[in-house]
C-alpha cells in the first residue's frame, strides 16, 4: 500500500459542473401536479436559494464558500492509495488506487455535500433539516455539518437499517440530530428510501422553518462531491501516472460514484463505470422515463433510469444503495453511452470486500463493497490481456458500523436478496 496526499491548501477551491460536458443537454426537472417544468419559486419550500441556483446552473466551476472549505480541511485531502497487496494477490498488471473517503468525521464520503447544504441553509435563516437515510452514512454526515452550524435535525432512517445499522442511529443522536425509522405509518414495511423522502417531505413542507436535505441524486449533491475526482486526479499525476483507464464507483442516487467521475466525464479516452446491486438494478435494468423520487408523489418528476417510484427493494446490507432511480446526471451519461453500467449479487460483493480486507486491511462499507467488487474484476480482466491498465475506484466508505453483515456473510447467513 503506497499514499499520496495534497497539502491543505490543494483543496480544490471550486466544484467541477458537468452539465456542460453532457453528451446531450439535460432535462428540467417537471413539477409533479402540473407536470410543466420546475422553477425557483416551486423548489423554494425545500430547499435554500443558493442551492437552487446551483441546481439549475450552467457554469463550469463553482466557487466552494471558505466557511465550508475551513470545514472540509479537517479530513481533506483524502489520501489516495495503491493497492499494492490486492494486485499482487490478483497477479495482475494492473495498478489499482482507491480514493479514501473513509477517513471524514462521518466516515463517508457523504460528509462532503452535508457541511455545504448545512451553509447555504444557515446562511439564509434555516433552523431545522429534515432529510432521509438509508444505511445511516448520509444522516451521520448532515447530523455532523448540522452541529457545526447550529442547525435541529430530523433524519427518517428506512426501518429495516434502523433494525440493521444501530450504531450510525446512536452517532446521528451523539451529534444532536432525531432519528426515527421509516415508513411512520407503515411499521411493518421495511422501508425504503422513497418512503422516507416522503416522509421528510412532508414534515420539511409542513412547517417555516425548516428545509430538506438530500443526499443524493440532485445536481448540487453531485456537484458538491467533485472534490474528490479532481483531487484524485492531482494525485494520480503525483503517482507519476497520467489519466486512469477506468473509474469506478458503486452507484444508488448516484453521489460518490459522480464525485469520483464526473471530472473525468470530458476525457475521452476513460471508462466510466457505475456499479449497484443486483438485487435494485436500476441502471441496467430500469427504464428511462420521468418519475418522482419518492414512494408519495410528492417530489419533482426527474428524468432518470428507474424502477418504479413504488418499488420496494430488498432489505440488503447495502442500504445506500437501495434506490429507485438513479441521479438525472448520471442517467444521462448512461443512456447516451458516456458511462458503463453493471450490476452485483450481494454474496460476491461481499466475497471481493473480504478479500480486499484481508489485503489491504481496509473494512469496506457493503456499498463500498460494490465498486471493490468491479474493480477487482477489472484487474482480473486485465490479466487475461497482459494490459497494465490503470484502475481507479472510490473507496466511499468504512464497514465498522456494518460488522452484522460481515458477521451474516463470515457464517453462511447472507444471501443475494436479503440482508
Given amino acids: 500500500m503506497t499514499r499520496w496526499t495534497l497539502p491543505p491548501e490543494q483543496i480544490p477551491s471550486a466544484w467541477f459542473n458537468v452539465v456542460p460536458h453532457l453528451p446531450s443537454p439535460s432535462q428540467p426537472p417537471l413539477h409533479p401536479g402540473t407536470r410543466e417544468p420546475v422553477g425557483p419559486d416551486d423548489l423554494a419550500p425545500l430547499f435554500p ?12 466551476w463553482i466557487d466552494v464558500p471558505g466557511e465550508v472549505l475551513d470545514i472540509l480541511k479537517l479530513w481533506r485531502p483524502t489520501p489516495l492509495q495503491r493497492a499494492r497487496r490486492l494486485e499482487q494477490a490478483l497477479g495482475t498488471p494492473a495498478r489499482i488506487y482507491y480514493k479514501d473517503e473513509s477517513v471524514s468525521p462521518s466516515g463517508s464520503h457523504k460528509t462532503n455535500t452535508a457541511v455545504a447544504q448545512a451553509f447555504y ?44 445499522k444501530p450504531y450510525r442511529r446512536i452517532a446521528i443522536e451523539t451529534w444532536g440530530g432525531e432519528v426515527v425509522p421509516s415508513p411512520v405509518d407503515e411499521p411493518d414495511q421495511p422501508g425504503s428510501l422513497g418512503s422516507a423522502i416522503s416522509d421528510a417531505v412532508r414534515d420539511c413542507v409542513g412547517r417555516d422553518d425548516t428545509h430538506y436535505a438530500l443526499g443524493s441524486v440532485l445536481n448540487h449533491v453531485l456537484l458538491h462531491q467533485t472534490v474528490i475526482g479532481l483531487e484524485a486526479r492531482e494525485q494520480l499525476g503525483q503517482a507519476g501516472e497520467g489519466l486512469p483507464d477506468v473509474v469506478v464507483g458503486s452507484c444508488g442516487g448516484g453521489s460518490n460514484l459522480g464525485g469520483i467521475t464526473f471530472p473525468f466525464v470530458p476525457d475521452a479516452g476513460v471508462r ?21 423520487g419518492d414512494v408519495g408523489g410528492l417530489t419533482p418528476l426527474l428524468p432518470m433510469y428507474t424502477l418504479g417510484h413504488d418499488f420496494v427493494p430488498p432489505s440488503i446490507h447495502a ?37 480486499f480486507a484481508r489485503t489491504e486491511g481496509r473494512i469496506p462499507a457493503p456499498e463500498c463493497g460494490h ?47 436479503m440482508g
Fill in 272 to 292: 466510466l463505470v457505475a456499479v449497484e446491486p443486483l438485487s435494485c438494478p436500476t441502471l441496467t435494468q430500469g427504464r428511462y422515463d420521468y418519475d418522482f
Fill in 121 to 164: 441553509n444557515a446562511g439564509e435563516g434555516t433552523k431545522r433539516l429534515t432529510t432521509e437515510t438509508g444505511a445511516g452514512q448520509w444522516g451521520t454526515a448532515l447530523a455532523f455539518a448540522a452541529a457545526q452550524f447550529g442547525l435541529d435535525l430530523k433524519v427518517y432512517m428506512v426501518r429495516a437499517s434502523y433494525g440493521q
Fill in 49 to 60: 436559494m443558493s442551492l437552487i441556483e446551483q441546481e439549475v446552473s450552467d457554469e463550469p
Fill in 319 to 355: 442500504g445506500g444503495l437501495r434506490y429507485h432511480g438513479s441521479s438525472p446526471l448520471v442517467s444521462s451519461l448512461v443512456k447516451d453511452g458516456r458511462m458503463e453500467a453493471t450490476a452485483y449479487p450481494q454474496g460476491k460483493v461481499f466475497e471481493a470486500a473480504v478479500r
Fill in 371 to 417: 465498486a471493490v467488487a468491479a474493480a477487482i474484476d477489472e484487474a482480473l480482466a486485465a490479466k487475461e490481456t497482459g494490459a497494465e491498465k490503470v484502475i481507479l475506484f472510490n473507496f466511499s466508505g468504512h464497514g465498522f458500523l456494518d460488522l452484522a453483515a460481515y458477521d451474516d456473510h463470515n457464517h453462511g447467513r447472507l444471501t443475494d436478496e
